[in-house]
């Protein structure tokens, strides 16, 4: 009856695994053969921590559930401390601090990806983080990536005059075309970064990526890359034909000292028209998207279902901050229950593995969901009147007893 309190008290609990009431027998030495001794009844409470509950639609962006196999990573501070607590209540809302916290308490913690978007999964809880992008308002992130798509014109006459690299970096050779990108540092400053182009041949360019002006970077006469660049006849780029620098990373160092990350060129892929073509239309850029800059206000929080979360800011800006871990165990049944929703390693369930949502065994992430109880009310209350006329039924047998020992008292009578 308290596995059946248990369970109707928790219906409407996010992620509540309910419990079964199982029973096992006590018997007495059953190799007597000329009387015997009755035994008793042992309930056994079993919780099913990893039947899956049904995922229901949410209103907020931190709203997680997981589906399928694992668990989120918790603790019951901020701090890095306090004890940890695996849960699948995935009702997490910042608090006043900017910190994910479910109801029950619990801080949610990730791994903390650096400027390019990576970390280091050694299977050490400790390295984990909490998870908290309020922090990020007003700081500056640098340039990871440059995106383009530009049309250099087929008829353009080819340059006749003596070319060497460099030269439209120091400027005594004029580009036929050029555009100019603002890339940031480490400290959020602008810096401008040039791509020039002169037709030296039949489907063949000459290509520089300079800094403009020149003493913003330390290279010489800020060339970052020079090279030759090639098209095919159909006017799709040549990747594989041209000067592998071209492509990136760009690999940067600003004169103020700013710490600064590999810039990635994504300029087309081969044989593609998905970044630099060669056509009959005039030179132009078509599309560009250069990340990086100062971060204004925080608007809102995505999680992708990989468990990447991602900070997006009043100013379109956004950011991948944090890496979620799913939790996975050989015996989640196996797992000590403690208040809260949540539960902690044991013998039973063997040691705990942390990987990204999706990848060997872990469920993956569904943002905006809530798992819901996995109680079923209609069976609940089978169960109760099962269990009370059980127990109605054993009572009986006292009475009998009763009335048995009644009548062998009134036979001295």
């Known amino acids: 009856m308290a596995t059946v309190a248990d369970n109707i ?18 018997v007495t030495d059953g190799r007597a053969k000329s009387n015997y001794s009755a035994g008793g009844v042992v309930a056994a409470p079993v919780t099913q921590i990893s039947k899956q509950g049904l995922l229901q639609a949410s209103g907020s962006s931190t709203d997680l559930a997981i589906d399928g196999g694992g668990f989120f990573v918790t603790r019951t501070a901020s701090n890095g401390g306090g004890d940890v607590a695996y849960t699948r ?17 619990l801080y949610l913690y990730g791994w903390r990806l650096d400027a390019e978007g990576n970390y280091t999964n050694t299977g050490n809880i400790n390295q984990l ?13 640098p340039t990871t990536r440059v995106q383009a798509r530009m049309n250099l014109q087929s008829t353009t006459e080819n340059y006749t005059g003596a070319y060497t690299a460099g030269d439209m970096a120091k400027g005594t050779v004029t580009p036929q075309f050029t555009r100019s990108f603002a890339v940031y540092d480490s400290q959020g400053g602008s810096h401008q970064v040039t791509m020039g182009y002169i037709k030296t041949g039949a489907n063949t360019w000459q290509s520089e990526i300079f800094s403009n002006p020149a003493t913003d970077v330390t290279a010489t006469d800020g060339l ?36 600064s990350v590999p810039i990635t060129l994504a300029l087309g892929s081969d044989d593609g028209i998905d970044g630099l ?33 991602n900070a997006i800011f009043d100013d379109g800006t956004t950011r991948a901050v944090f890496q979620l871990p799913i939790a996975t165990f ?19 369930s063997g040691g705990v593995t942390f990987n990204e949502p999706g990848q060997l065994g872990a469920g993956s992430l569904a943002s905006n969901s809530l798992e819901a109880s996995t109680v079923d009310l209609a069976g609940e209350f089978t169960n109760m009147i099962r269990f009370q006329r059980a127990y109605s039924a054993s009572s009986k047998i ?16």
């Open 398 to 413: 006292i009475t009998t007893v009763d009335d048995m020992l009644r009548e062998v008292s009134d036979l001295k009578r």
């Open 129 to 141: 983080e909490p998870v908290r992008v309020s922090d990020l308002t007003g700081t500056a992130t």
């Open 277 to 309: 073509t060669q056509f009959g239309t005039e030179s132009s850029l078509i599309s560009s998207n250069v990340d990086g800059g100062m971060l204004g206000n925080l608007s809102s929080i995505e999680i992708s279902k990989t468990g990447t979360v």
């Open 89 to 105: 209540a995935g009702s997490f809302k910042p608090d006043e601090e900017g910190f994910l916290r479910n109801p029950a308490g």
């Open 224 to 259: 970052l890359a020079s090279g030759t660049l090639k098209f095919n006849p159909d006017g799709s780029l040549d990747k594989s034909g041209s000067t592998a620098a071209l492509f990136g990373p760009l690999n940067v160092t600003y004169t103020n000292a700013a710490a």
């Open 330 to 348: 050989q015996n989640p049944d196996g797992l000590t229950r403690i208040s809260g929703n949540a539960y902690t390693v044991s013998k039973g």
């Open 9 to 26: 008290t928790n219906i409407n609990t996010v992620g509540y695994k309910g419990v079964e009431a199982q029973f096992k027998t006590m």
